[in-house]
């Protein structure tokens, strides 16, 4: 008896040392996500200026509409997936497969659709070669699966490939971007990291983890659509109030608001960021050891950091994007305190979703909360621009609203299923 509970001690402690070892990894690369971009951002923003800056963020908007349509939600049902039948090769096999093959199918539809549009509107079609060049980006997330190394919990290879990805990046963007003119390269040189990173995905799942692709059959790939559709309706629910707000702008202002808006708009999602490595090292986690008490340590943890963090950025703000970006962003520094309160909200309601409504099998509260939010803050825009009040201001005030929306949903679910009771 003793030495049965001396094994299961020892298995905890694998997995918690897992836990923390896939935290590492995934902090090492969001460490390299807030460094290489207080490089470049700066340095960008002061050689194209807000206009240039503000047409490569709508382009970017505009491409976030095929990223989420090619990921069709499996970046959660898919490492949910993995998961739960790690050890099974021939079960695995039939997962990547099955995954890959509606990616490249979305994929393709994409391509079709953004070259309709882009050739149907002066709007797209004057700077045609931006889409084109941005359009990259998605194909390098539809060959790379972050969702399998998320399941295997294997998040090393994440922080390696992403690294990779940043770092060509930042390279090209000093050594090839110098004047104005040069903006039409910075798409490119986005869309080249991506996709050498993508294609050294696909080498090491093939390689190291001896992962076959093959042709599957109809029935299995509608099944694999099925079970992952509630999570594409989450996650285009987030993209149309995320990456919505910058098109929108970009639509019915200029293009050097729109710049404005992005400025601040990176900052705050930069922010975000930072979590999004527990997150993920969270979400398998949970799903698989159902450890609450340890979930709730570390969410109290966050939640004590996010508002000292928020209220040190809020007093000094100003002098932050002044430092940063210069003389003459004040308008961002207003959108970034709007911003910094929504953070306030957004942290918790990020805490509560995947990592612990859908661990614990109530995906449906985490789905549903960003599709009514979504369907909120669509007609909080369309009242604002019946209204003709479209400004960067008044889209920031929403993003606060809508996300307060998704919190509360969230914690309903919390606690009419006694979530927080367990353990």
């Known amino acids: 008896m003793q030495l049965t509970n001396i094994i ?48 490569i963020a709508f382009a970017q908007s505009f491409m976030q509409y ?3 349509l090619t990921d069709f939600g499996f970046n959660l049902s898919a490492t949910r997936e993995v998961a739960i039948h790690r050890d099974n090769k021939e079960k695995l096999s039939e997962i990547f497969s099955s995954v890959m093959t509606i990616k490249f199918v979305l994929l393709m539809i994409s391509f079709m659709i ?10 797209f079609r004057k700077d045609w070669l931006i889409f084109y060049f941005t359009f990259g980006v998605v194909v390098g997330q539809v060959i790379f699966p972050v969702w399998f190394f998320q399941g295997m919990e294997k998040m090393k290879y994440i922080t390696f490939l992403n690294v990779t990805a940043k770092l060509i990046f930042t390279l090209l963007i000093f050594v090839l971007i110098h004047k104005v003119s040069d903006y039409i390269f910075v798409p490119l040189i986005n869309s080249f990291g991506f996709l ?10 093939t390689k190291d983890f001896k992962i076959k692709f093959y042709i599957i059959n109809k029935n299995t790939l509608i099944k694999y659509l099925k079970s992952s559709f509630q999570f594409f309706l989450s996650r285009v629910s987030v993209s149309l109030y995320t990456s919505t707000n910058t098109f929108i702008l970009g639509l019915f202002t200029t293009e050097k608001e729109v710049g404005y808006y992005s400025i601040a708009e990176r900052l705050y999602l930069a922010l975000q960021q930072f979590y999004h490595p527990l997150v993920n090292a969270l979400y398998p986690y949970v799903a698989h050891k159902k450890n609450i008490r340890l979930f709730k340590n570390i969410f109290k943890a966050c939640i004590f950091t996010n508002i000292i963090f928020v209220s040190i950025l809020f007093i000094f703000s100003n002098k932050l994007i002044e430092l940063i970006f210069g003389i003459g962003f004040e308008p961002s520094a207003i959108i970034f305190k709007i911003f910094l309160l929504s953070n306030l909200v957004v942290v918790p309601s990020i805490l509560l979703g995947y990592p612990f409504l859908a661990a614990l099998g109530f995906a ?13 803050h669509l007609l909080g825009l369309a009242i604002l621009l019946f209204l003709n009040m479209i400004n960067i201001y008044s889209v920031a005030f929403m993003v606060i609203i809508t996300e307060t929306l998704v919190f509360i949903i969230r914690l309903y679910g919390i606690i009419k299923h006694k979530l927080w009771r367990l353990n």
């Open 8 to 55: 299961k001690k020892l298995k905890k402690d694998r997995d918690k040392r897992k836990l923390l070892e896939n935290f590492i990894s995934l902090s090492i690369l969001q460490s390299v996500n807030y460094i290489l971009p207080l490089v470049t951002l700066p340095y960008l923003v002061r050689v194209l200026g807000p206009e240039k800056f503000g047409l």
């Open 114 to 123: 953004m070259s309709i549009i882009v050739f149907s509107f002066e709007k």
């Open 196 to 205: 050498v990173s993508g294609f050294l995905a696909i080498w090491i799942i």
């Open 364 to 376: 449906n509260y985490a789905n549903i909360s960003v599709i009514l939010g979504s369907f909120f």
């Open 66 to 68: 095929f990223v989420v």
